[in-house]
């Protein structure tokens, strides 16, 4: 009989005492599934392999998995929406963590890959502009520019984030919530314009980068962080007369699309990794036990790096 501890969230905002750890035995195995282990969790949860009847998944592999703040869970390896299990890469070298299959080179590097390769396809020499940029994904969308011959320009929301930004190699970063203009400060930190930009926070800011695109520009929308919360979806001002006037190409994009070659771009970061030209930043909490404490940093923006739960 095996026993697993999960964390459940009441309503309302996430407070330490809004959740509750309770215990749970797990069924028998069925044939097809596959009792997993949680090694390390964020919001997307990386396990390890306990016991199997799928062959698929043999006992002992390492997984990312979608199933929630779980110290262990009975599944089959595909749900009616799509994929629970993804086996992480058998080449992982010994000295690179495994929990960066959460972050840098997992999903949030993934995004970044595929928005700068498969939606902007950028080029060398081309100057690229990124939001939210000492994010998960900000930080890989800049380090990933650099290997590809690109300069490129980022914003966050804090000094210490922009002293971060330019740790990583920016060649400029501001403070956008201290500029007196966005508009302005986006002319100061590539006068010649951008080439591409990489969004990731939506509202003004979005607006503020359409007027600083040189003609024939991309845009990767692969995120709206300041308008997720809206009630009232917020309108972009004149948008129409800056999408036509500099010809722009505006594409939204879901990382999921390119799941066919996630394994090969896993091996690809895992190499640019060794070389030492990628580099990654976690906050890591040790037990399970403080999922939710770590939650909550993570949500007031402590810390530089993802967010992980070593269990
Ligand atoms: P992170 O949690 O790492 O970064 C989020 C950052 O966004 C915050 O730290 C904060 O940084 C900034 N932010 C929060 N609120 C606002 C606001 N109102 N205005 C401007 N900035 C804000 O996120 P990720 O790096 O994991 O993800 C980045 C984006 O990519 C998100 O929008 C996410 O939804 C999206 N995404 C899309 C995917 C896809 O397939 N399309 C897949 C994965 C992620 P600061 O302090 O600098 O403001």
């Known amino acids: 009989m095996v026993k697993a501890k999960t964390w459940i969230l009441f309503e309302g905002f996430p407070k330490e005492n809004n959740f509750e750890l309770r215990e749970e035995v797990l069924p028998e ?52 929406a799509g994929p629970i299990l993804a086996r992480i890469v058998s080449e992982w ?61 980022g ?3 804090g000094d210490d984030k922009v002293a971060y930004l330019k740790e990583l190699g920016f060649d400029q970063a501001f403070n956008y919530k201290t500029v007196s203009s966005l508009e302005e400060a986006l002319k100061n930190a590539s006068p010649e314009g951008y080439d591409c930009y990489f969004e990731n926070v939506g509202g003004p800011f979005f607006t503020a980068a359409l007027k600083n695109m040189k003609p024939g520009g991309r845009i990767a929308v692969c995120g709206a962080i300041a ?7 917020q309108m972009c001002p004149y948008p129409h007369h800056e999408i036509i006037t500099r010809q722009l190409k505006i594409e939204g994009f879901m990382v999921r699309s390119w799941q066919h070659k996630d394994a090969e ?47």
């Open 29 to 80: 195995l069925q044939d097809g599934d596959v009792l997993v282990e949680a090694v390390y969790l964020s919001v997307d949860p990386y396990m390890r392999v306990v016991k199997s009847k799928d062959p698929a998944f043999p006992e002992g592999c390492y997984v990312v998995a979608n199933c929630g703040w779980r110290t262990h869970t009975v599944t089959k390896a595909k749900g009616p």
């Open 265 to 311: 771009s896993i091996k690809r970061m895992l190499k640019w990794m060794k070389e030492g030209k990628l580099k990654a930043k976690e906050v890591v909490t040790v037990g399970f036990e403080n999922m939710p404490a770590a939650f909550i940093r993570m949500l007031k923006g402590d810390g530089l790096g993802k967010a992980i739960v070593k269990v």
């Open 227 to 233: 308008n997720y919360n809206d009630t009232t979806p």
């Open 155 to 157: 914003s966050a929301g």
């Open 93 to 153: 070298p010994s000295d690179i963590s495994m929990s960066l299959a959460l972050g840098s080179l997992g999903m949030p590097g993934l995004t970044a890959l595929y928005g700068l390769e498969e939606v902007c396809k950028i080029q060398p020499g081309e100057t690229i502009l990124v939001s939210a940029a000492a994010g998960a994904v900000g930080a890989m969308v800049e380090q990933i520019c650099k290997i590809k011959g690109c300069k490129v320009v």
